[in-house]
């Protein structure tokens, strides 16, 4: 089956900096890949995806490259804000079932 | 509030008791997905429903687990028998479908705990 593997575990950013999170995934059949962020004791909330034919996707401050050679797919959050404090999930599908990686817990320092 | 809904929001058990969680998806949604959640983790995948059908079930549901989408709107999830390990965020999720893989939106999840 497939297996994302997400790093940083943690990672702190001065505000207005950037952030960069990557993931690997095993599968060569999966084709969507979707970027959660999940605020403490909230629901994860789907910030941005890419599918396999596209390599780029941008919206505002949020940006995902994806290298399907490569199997590797990172977010980038620019002008980080103290609202993007939370944990960011990475996944993968290649059919119905979303395979997540373990996670990134972002704190931005003011 | 045209988002999924879960219920209830925390379900504290005694180990060996049954416990039924109930999902309602967006209204035009007819794929319906259950995940778990432990702390620290990211949301592993149970099953998933198209319509009434359901259509894959993770290794990770026990025979203990149960889940049903009678008239393919509202789902509920049966945990019987529950162990302390059971004890965890259990996540549902709904999207469009069929055809291709579509976004997922998950509802607040169902916090249990067994003691």
């Known amino acids: 089956g497939e297996n994302v593997e997400q790093h940083p575990s943690t990672l702190s950013v001065q505000e207005g900096d950037s952030a960069v999170i990557k993931c690997t995934y095993s599968d060569s059949a999966s084709n969507y890949f979707p970027w959660y962020k999940q605020e403490l004791g909230k629901r994860p909330q789907l910030i941005i995806d890419i599918r396999s034919n596209v390599g780029e996707k941008k919206d505002q401050r949020i940006a995902v490259t994806l290298n399907k050679t490569a199997k590797h797919f990172s977010l980038h959050i620019t002008e980080t804000q103290p609202e993007d404090s939370a944990v960011y999930f990475c996944?993968?599908?290649?059919?119905?079932?979303?395979?997540f990686g373990t996670g990134t817990r972002l704190t931005i320092i003011p | 509030d045209t988002g999924v809904s879960q219920d209830p929001r925390h379900k504290i058990t005694k180990r060996g008791q049954n416990v039924t969680f109930r999902c309602d998806p967006i209204?035009?949604?007819?794929?319906l997905y259950w995940y778990r959640q432990t702390l620290g983790q990211g949301p592993e995948f149970l099953t998933y429903f198209q319509n009434e059908a359901q259509l894959e079930k993770s290794r990770l549901l026990s025979d203990r687990f149960s889940a049903e989408r009678p008239k393919g709107s509202f789902s509920t999830l049966e945990i019987q028998r529950t162990e302390q390990g059971d004890s965890a965020m259990y996540l549902c999720?709904?999207?469009?479908?069929?055809?291709?893989?579509?976004?997922?939106?998950f509802g607040p999840g169902t916090r249990l705990t067994v003691t």
């Open positions: 209204s035009e949604h007819n794929r």
């Open positions: 999720a709904s999207s469009l479908g069929p055809g291709g893989v579509h976004e997922q939106y």
């Open positions: 996944a993968a599908s290649g059919n119905e079932k979303l395979t």
